[in-house]
């Protein structure tokens, strides 16, 4: 997975540092890990296997130097603002909410632009956190600051003041520097002997020095000779104003045990639940500072217990804590829909009723209306009959230039797929809809979220720019111009737009169809039933389809299992008979009878599959035969995913949320030896070999593909097999 973090600057500071960090904790977990920047790559910077991409010019005008990756981190709100409406993944990360610094206090409207637009975000403070939640409605994932503990020893406790560290810039309003050592000059009138050190990415300024000259003054000081400077001081002053996002130097200053004075900001007092690791002291206030210098200077009681909680509070933010939860985030957005939404963008999306759905079921609604959407708001009809809706029972009060329609509640959507209909429609068409395996032949195979999204963007590279245009377009999904649209008669059907108006389908935008999971046709299971069969079992029958084409083409009498009672109902019309029950619970009225019992991608699902077979076969007569399809749990996407640290439910498929049980070719193998069967078939579900050298490809970033065996390609296996009793064995056997 390819990652790139957006910098405009690497000036030394405590942002910029986070960026690197980053870069380089995601790059030791085996993400491909770069950092762009306008700046040079600074010479304080460990990056271990990360990159570095110094750019000319502004990012949005390089729109080559952001393609191919997975996720694309933008570090400032105008990178946001720039680069939302290009096609690619788009992650706002946001150290500090830059509308509560007095230095971008004029461009308030444009900062919170940039936050009301529906992306991902990213932040490692609980204070941006929740002003994102609280005022833009938006969900930031909390990262927590780290740092290397091991990096920072403890100090000896001062019982008395000697040296003050201030760190930070002067010039940086939100650092409140100023009244920092404005509070030094005061407390320096009571304590004669004290010292000054300061720390700055910028020199020693006139006006700081004509208030005071500091007895030492350090510029881009290395991170790593930090702690020695902590370690030579008494007291640490860090006197940000409201708009400071967390405060490294806090941290690392009580991760010495080096005793803090902080202001009383949102960020500091979010470090702990007590407010016993600091002595706190209201913002832009001199004054106070000089008096809780003199105060610490006379209590060396208060200098212990704050050098010693600050210790421990500080191993709250460990790196190794950090490390994890930035992983697991990443690996969240990289699964979770990143879409590209224009503002003047609006979605309606129509659901069928489900009085009382299945747990696939409902993971369909859900993941659906998501992937759909995303952060968006939007309008959800329910109707038995989307195809049936006419343009007048859309809400005329929608104001968006542009319409999505989503007819069919059981499409997922990839990551990108509304970035290459809006440009079909830029390109002049009225309508414009993405295409799916059902009737079109994608790049790439996918068989869970991740490989989904990745087979999306081979799509999108393939056909990019292409349209096909046709009315002949399936009633799914569509995107469509709002003038279009109502410029239509108020009761012509939604379904038959595609030729009412100038439409095209886009091969480049990728949407995955799961249709109805009771109605699922298997006809695949046919070539593996043998031809004189008189009397069939199936289990999980579901809507009877397997069932009816059996009956058609063997001319034989064919039961069916179904828990599903809406389903079974269906079933019996297609089938001689359907017993509505929990088939691992059943008593069912066959004794040696039936001469196959079919189990489509079932064993599966049930808690004992052992059971199930054991009892299979005193339903089977003696030449009697088991014809199942199991999943293979060896599959590679299953592999790649776990690498990635993903194990996503899907409602039907490889990870089928109602999935109990897991095999590989051996052990269902061994599963059907150890119930009384001998195999006569193990057949792999078909895949394009052509593919072979390309899907190595893609997981030797994740893992050595010298020694993978073939199973790694079948995402199930066929199996035949006959009761082993009855087959002739040798006299050892």
Not at 178 to 203: E, N, W
Not at 434 to 463: G, H, R, T, W
Request: aromatic residues 10%; contains cysteine; proline residues 6%.
């Amino acid at each position: 997975m390819k990652i790139a973090y957006l910098l405009d600057d690497t000036s030394l500071c405590g942002g910029v540092k986070v960026v690197f960090e980053h870069a380089r904790m995601l790059s030791r977990n085996g993400f491909r890990t770069t950092i762009i920047s306008k700046g040079d790559r600074p010479q304080w910077a460990e990056m271990g296997d990360a990159d570095f991409r110094k750019i000319e010019g502004e990012f949005a005008d390089r729109p080559e130097s952001l393609s191919g990756f997975d996720l694309v981190i933008a570090t400032f709100y105008r990178q946001v603002l720039e680069l939302y409406e290009s096609p690619i993944p788009l992650v706002h990360f946001s150290q500090g909410y830059e509308a509560d610094c007095p230095f971008w206090k004029e461009m308030r409207e444009e900062i919170e632009r940039a936050y009301r637009l529906p992306v991902p975000r990213l932040t490692v403070s609980r204070v941006v956190a929740a002003v994102m939640e609280n005022k833009f409605s938006q969900t930031a994932v909390y990262i927590p600051q780290g740092i290397d503990l091991s990096l920072f020893p403890r100090k000896d406790i001062p019982d008395r003041i000697r040296k003050i560290l201030i760190v930070g810039a002067w010039e940086n309003e939100v650092k409140g520097i100023r009244f920092a050592v404005q509070g030094f000059v005061k407390a320096k009138q009571a304590i004669k002997d004290l010292a000054l050190v300061r720390i700055s990415t910028m020199p020693l300024s006139d006006e700081e020095r004509a208030i005071c000259n500091p007895d030492e003054f350090y510029t881009s000081v290395d991170p790593l000779d930090m702690p020695g400077i902590y370690g030579q001081c008494s007291v640490c002053i860090v006197p940000s104003l409201e708009g400071e996002g967390f405060g490294l130097p806090a941290i690392e200053a009580m991760a010495c045990g080096l005793p803090v004075i902080l202001t009383r900001i949102p960020s500091f007092l979010s470090f702990g639940v007590k407010k016993d690791y600091a002595y706190f002291v209201p913002p832009a206030s001199a004054e106070d500072i000089g008096k809780a210098i003199e105060h610490l200077n006379q209590r060396p009681d208060l200098l212990r217990m704050f050098a010693l909680r600050g210790r421990e509070v500080a191993e709250g933010f460990s790196i190794i804590n950090t490390e994890k939860e930035l992983v697991s985030a990443i690996n969240s957005l990289s699964a979770a829909p990143v879409i590209k939404i224009k503002p003047d963008t609006g979605f309606i999306y129509i659901g069928r009723p489900l009085p009382n759905p299945s747990i696939e079921e409902r993971l369909l609604r859900e993941l659906s209306k998501s992937t759909f959407k995303g952060n968006s708001d939007g309008v959800t009809l329910i109707s038995e009959n989307a195809s049936g809706i006419t343009i007048g029972e859309i809400p005329k009060a929608t104001t968006e230039q542009y319409i999505c329609l989503s007819l069919d509640d059981s499409m997922y959507f990839s990551k990108n797929w509304l970035s290459p209909l809006i440009e079909a429609l830029e390109k002049g068409f009225e309508l414009a809809s993405p295409v799916c395996i059902d009737f079109f032949d994608v790049a790439m195979p996918y068989y869970s979220p991740l490989s989904f999204n990745a087979s999306a963007e081979l799509q999108a590279e393939k056909y990019e720019g292409n349209y096909i245009s046709t009315g002949e377009i399936p009633p799914f999904v569509f995107l469509v111009r709002r003038d279009s649209l109502f410029s239509l008669p108020p009761e012509t059907l939604i379904s038959g737009l595609p030729g009412r108006l100038k439409s095209c389908l886009v091969p480049a935008s990728l949407v995955h169809r799961f249709g109805d999971y009771y109605a699922m046709r298997r006809d695949d299971i046919l070539p593996f039933l043998p031809h004189g069969v008189k009397k069939i079992l199936d289990v999980g029958c579901a809507k009877g389809l397997l069932g009816e084409v059996i009956k058609k083409e063997r001319g034989c009498e064919v039961y069916g299992v179904e828990m599903n009672r809406a389903a079974a109902d269906e079933a019996k019309g297609r089938l001689d008979d359907v017993f509505c029950l929990d088939v691992e619970k059943a008593d069912l009225p066959f004794d040696e009878d039936l001469d196959a019992v079919i189990f489509a991608d079932i064993l599966e699902h049930l808690v004992d599959p052992w059971l199930v077979l054991e009892k299979a076969g005193t339903w089977l007569k003696p030449e009697g035969i088991v014809i199942a399809s199991v999943p293979n749990v060896s599959h590679y996407a299953i592999l790649s995913d776990l690498l990635q640290g993903r194990w996503d439910y899907i409602p039907a498929g490889l990870l089928c949320i109602s999935h109990l049980r897991f095999f590989t070719r051996k052990s269902i193998e061994e599963m059907f030896l150890k119930c009384g069967y001998h195999v006569l078939t193990l057949a792999p579900h078909e895949w394009p070999t052509n593919l072979e050298d390309e899907i190595k490809s893609r997981l030797s970033a994740h893992l050595n593909v010298c020694n993978l065996g073939k199973d790694i390609f079948t995402s199930g296996y066929y199996v035949v097999a006959q009761k082993a009793s009855k087959l002739h064995r040798p006299d050892n056997a």
